[in-house]
């Protein structure tokens, strides 16, 4: 993969590994497992994060529960078909892996930059206690013509800024990936409980 589109999308995360690995897909006989890891805000809560990782970086077979581990690498997207409809699937797609013994630093512990492109209209509203929110669809490129399709959230004067973003509009975002819990309606008498995953977004720019 050429450097230059591994630098447009990248991530680190580092955080407790709470579930076992499951299996995701095969590419040329190389298995790709999923594992969720904690990772904590400032604010004592904690972002579950899905991690897609090889079985030749870890040995999937292992129990790391309750280890804390630092994963560098991408945040992907790929669509699911359930039933007639896609469902945009995101995880932290691994390059490197180290299992850390001490961690203190905890401002370090989610970091995320995005390089790409304005794919949907900005959608700008306000809470009901006033604070201003800004939703973005980030395209960011990746080889052999695919992309990977990012929400972001920014808030305040960014989300002010960002609602000017027309369409086509290339932008740098730096911030850090979180997990939200929503209700999803499926008929008029069932829900079920869903977890997204978006960029917090702490600073963006217009890179045009």
């Given at each position: ?42 604010s004592e809560q904690a972002d579950i994060i899905p991690l897609m990782i090889s079985e030749r970086l870890i040995d999937v077979e292992g129990d ?53 492109y304005i794919c949907k209209a900005p959608i700008y509203r306000k809470t009901p206690l006033g604070r201003e929110i800004a939703d973005l669809l ?71």
């Amino acid at each position: 993969m050429s450097e230059k589109m591994i630098e447009n999308n990248k991530v680190s995360v580092i955080g407790e590994i709470v579930s076992g690995f499951t299996f995701s897909h095969e590419v040329f006989g190389e298995g790709f497992y999923m594992v969720d890891v904690a990772v904590n805000r400032l604010s004592e809560q904690a972002d579950i994060i899905p991690l897609m990782i090889s079985e030749r970086l870890i040995d999937v077979e292992g129990d790391y529960s309750g280890l804390t581990v630092e994963a560098i690498g991408q945040f992907r997207s790929y669509n699911r078909h359930e039933g007639t409809k896609n469902r945009l699937v995101l995880s932290v797609f691994v390059r490197e892996v180290h299992f850390i013994e001490e961690f203190t630093d905890y401002t370090k512990t989610n970091q995320i930059f995005l390089d790409g492109y304005i794919c949907k209209a900005p959608i700008y509203r306000k809470t009901p206690l006033g604070r201003e929110i800004a939703d973005l669809l980030l395209a960011v490129n990746r080889p052999y013509g695919k992309s990977d399709y990012i929400p972001c959230i920014a808030w305040g004067r960014n989300a002010r800024y960002a609602s000017g973003f027309t369409v086509g509009t290339r932008v740098k975002v730096w911030g850090r990936v979180q997990s939200r819990e929503y209700t999803k309606k499926l008929t008029e008498t069932e829900c079920e409980k869903r977890v997204a995953y978006e960029v917090s977004v702490s600073k963006l720019e217009c890179a045009e």
